[in-house]
């Protein structure tokens, strides 16, 4: 696709957030090439509630996240949203670094999670990439220099990209769970997302 490499450094360039860590998609150096064929599902009941304190987002297109409580949602300007395609953007309440971005991209409804996986494949930036099914949800997850990626498409063609960083030890566990918390809105026995990420 001529334009994913725009898309994807416009999406790093948003998350404006350094560092560098191990994966937190990581598999097990002893796995087969049987087992790496697979692809890794997530369930929601892996969800470590634990692991900060957080509050159910709901974004508009029907998805909802698991976002740390005490982060701070900033504004996300009409030109963000057309030059950009930024739908929330939020950062950690220290001068950390710390913080995450949602993208929405019109990439148009012949392209699959396969096809974004071989993509990412034949750019340097991305590392760690592996196709998985979150909650139903197919998706792909990848590391940049930077960031921990979670990328997935609906069904109108629109890639969702959420980009949290900067990559840690300590965020690692955060990264993972933000992403396990990917669901479709108001599936759960949670019922609905206790607020909205316009």
Known sequence: ???????????CAAAMIGGVSAPVWATDDTETATEAAEVTEYTYDMLEKEAYEGTWLSFEPGFDLYVPSDWEVLEVSEEDQKEHGLMFQAKAPDDSGDNMVVTATDIGKDYDTDK?????????????????IINGIEAVVFNTDVTYGLAFLDDDGIMYNVQMGELSDENAEIAQ???????VTETTDDGAAEETAE
């Open 116 to 132: 974004m996986k071989a993509e990412l494949e034949t750019e340097e930036t991305y590392t760690d990439i592996e196709k998985v």
């Open 1 to 11: 696709m001529k334009n994913w490499k725009k898309i994807m450094a416009m999406v």
């Open 177 to 183: 769970n933000l992403f396990i918390s990917l669901r």
